[in-house]
């Protein structure tokens, strides 16, 4: 997974002239932005690559815009989502926004308010970006360890003594402790402590017992 410096805008209206004045005001904040008349238009552009930032009103044409969140989420990533409404009410902002919604904003508004709801939302979509990529970095970082460091691993995480894990794994004690210098070089850790908290960033199965009830204490 790439982490991308910035992140892009798809919006999507089925008004022509409030798609053209909402890309423009977009792009006068220095966005990249792709722009779209309709659902269908949005879904084929989404075959070939993800949205970054979504704003989409709430009807597009015979469409929902919390159908199309629900649809980038399932097919894409949780994707940020900026939602426009005529007729907001609170039933319908919390529905929005169990949807995936970030917020939802409601007409009229001013070009100034949307944009900061949008850039809002767009830090928070780079935010969860960062901790996918790190998420993943560090799962492709222990799944590249030899089969013989992930067996020092899981014992290591079992809090074992070096001359316990030697025994265990059936492997001399300098050994152990050559491999365990080893993991934390390829895992770029300095502590256990480091050592643990980038294991369970990458939520992975071989947690100790006890490991796994602190994370989700």
């Known amino acids: 997974m790439q982490l991308p410096p910035t992140m892009d805008v798809w919006v999507v209206d089925d008004d022509a002239s409030i798609l053209e004045s909402l890309d423009a005001a977009f792009i006068r904040a220095g966005w990249a932005t792709l722009a779209f008349g309709s659902v269908s238009a949005f879904k084929e552009q989404l075959e070939t690559s993800s949205p970054g930032c979504i704003v989409a009103d709430l009807h597009i044409g015979e469409a929902s815009g919390m159908d199309l969140i629900r649809h980038v989420h399932e097919v894409a990533w949780p994707a940020p989502a900026v939602l426009i409404s005529g007729h907001l009410t609170p039933t319908l902002a919390v529905k929005a926004m169990r949807q995936g919604a970030i917020t939802v904003v409601e007409k009229p508004f001013g070009i100034e308010e949307l944009c900061s709801e949008v850039e809002l939302a767009r830090i928070r979509g780079l ?77 992975v199965s071989f947690l100790s017992t006890e490991m796994q009830l602190q994370k989700g204490a």
Do not use: W
């Open 127 to 203: 935010e969860m970006l960062k901790a996918f990529y790190h998420r993943d970095a560090a799962r492709e970082a222990i799944g590249a360890l030899p089969d013989g460091h992930r067996a020092v691993l899981r014992e290591l995480v079992d809090c074992r003594p070096h001359k316990q894990i030697a025994t265990r794994v059936d492997i001399s004690l300098r050994t152990v402790e050559k491999r365990k210098k080893e993991i934390f070089e390829r895992l770029n850790v300095g502590t256990f402590t480091e050592l643990l908290n980038l294991l369970q960033l990458a939520d």
